[in-house]
């Protein structure tokens, strides 16, 4: 008798041992999922309440709401980034809640930004007050960017196809015949300038000619992404993993896989997908790991929030675009890691609830004001992270 009961309080025991190991990675999931949406709500309620009724955003505020900045110093590029993130709330999540002021901001940036400079060329023109700016003048990242924030407006008559026509040709005008870009233009010259390279900018333009794609399926828009990152990968292949971290070209990688009849040769796809190899070996192992680090989940040397935030919607894209198993496992790693990390750096309460500032040494007690500035594109890449994050998390859970 004494026996079968030590039998059956063994079996419990057991059954109980692996309930608890069962259920214990459904609640951790459940937790995170929760945390996630918290945050990405958050977010979404900061640029709900940074946008102003002309349709201009709030650029810098800072944690202590007494402390106010000048809203004239003004970046364009930010402001059609910003356009993006708002556009993945509803294109992702669902989200209805940003779309009439992601309208307006729209609405407000058209009129403000985009010039006609030729007979069929429109571009983004940086107004000189706003960027301390000797003159006026076009930046091909603009161009990308504005085609990412505006092409989903088409289908919904909210935009007119002639200056989405009119930024791609301002692209294709400024790429050279190897694929890369001129990064600037100066308008009261007419010139291209030489000197200028941004890292970005190329990526951001691939990017945003795939857009332009999906609305006006011209193949012209789709040869010059692939020819533009096809160069970028071209060009960083040797270098092992000694390369810049360029989230735009990685998220353009994964738009282009995603595109239908994109045309890529089975060698080309292994030279765009080796790129974003280099780049995820490149930051991974630079990440902060140990549990008992205060800034765990952040990187060696960088602790900045909207960096974190692009690290992260890179990483994102590579998760899609790799098919190393190992790697792709290392990839999630790092995302959940830098997915807490910003979380627990985000404003949670007050009037900038939502925030995210500078650096993560805005919450210590000698923090200097700089750390406090929330910037309007810290929160845009941080939700744009998260958003697309959340893609892959629900399918692993």
Request: some cysteine; hydrophobic content about 40%.
């Amino acid at each position: 008798m004494k026996q079968s009961v030590l039998i059956t309080l063994s079996v419990l025991v057991l059954l109980i041992i692996l309930y608890s190991a069962v259920k214990r990675p459904f609640a951790q999931a459940a937790e995170t999922k929760n945390s996630l949406d918290n945050s990405i709500n958050l977010a979404m309620t900061y640029i709900s309440n940074s946008t102003l009724e002309n349709g201009r955003f709030v650029y810098n505020s800072n944690v202590n709401p007494e402390i106010l900045y000048s809203n004239e110093k003004y970046n364009a590029l930010r402001h059609a980034g910003t356009l993006y993130s708002m556009y993945l709330c509803e294109r992702v999540l669902k989200n209805d809640s940003l779309r009439e002021k992601r309208y307006l901001a729209s609405k407000y940036f058209v009129e403000n930004y985009i010039k006609q400079i030729g007979p069929d060329i429109y571009a983004v023109v940086s107004k000189p007050e706003e960027e301390n700016l000797e003159f006026p003048q076009a930046k091909t990242g603009g161009t990308g960017l504005a085609l990412i924030g505006l092409s989903n407006l088409y289908p919904e008559g909210k935009v007119d196809l002639k200056i989405l026509r009119g930024l791609g040709n301002f692209a294709l005008y400024m790429q050279k015949a190897d694929g890369s870009f001129y990064s600037k233009y100066n308008l009261p010259q007419a010139q291209k300038d030489e000197k200028f390279v941004s890292l970005y900018y190329p990526g951001e333009v691939a990017y945003g000619l795939l857009f332009l794609y999906e609305v006006d399926k011209q193949e012209k828009w789709l040869e010059s992404s692939k020819k533009a990152l096809l160069y970028l990968a071209n060009s960083r292949k040797n270098k092992g993993l000694n390369v810049p971290y360029d989230h735009w070209a990685m998220l353009a990688a994964k738009k282009l896989f995603e595109t239908p009849d994109n045309g890529l040769s089975a060698v080309e796809k292994i030279l765009l997908q080796r790129h974003c190899e280099q780049m995820a070996k490149s930051i991974l192992d630079t990440q902060i790991v140990d549990a008992g680090n205060t800034y765990r989940g952040g990187f060696v040397d960088n602790l900045r929030l909207c960096s974190i935030g692009t690290i992260m919607e890179g990483l994102v894209a590579i998760y899609y675009c790799i098919e190393d198993e190992k790697l792709k496992e290392k990839v999630l790693n790092a995302l959940a890691l830098g997915t807490d990390f910003l979380s627990r750096y985000q404003v949670k309460v007050g009037a900038r609830r939502g925030g995210l500032p500078m650096n993560a040494y805005w919450t210590l007690s000698n923090a200097d004001e700089k750390s406090k500035v929330i910037r309007i594109d810290n929160v845009q890449h941080v939700l744009s992270a998260w958003i697309t994050y959340k893609q892959i998390f629900m399918t692993q859970n």
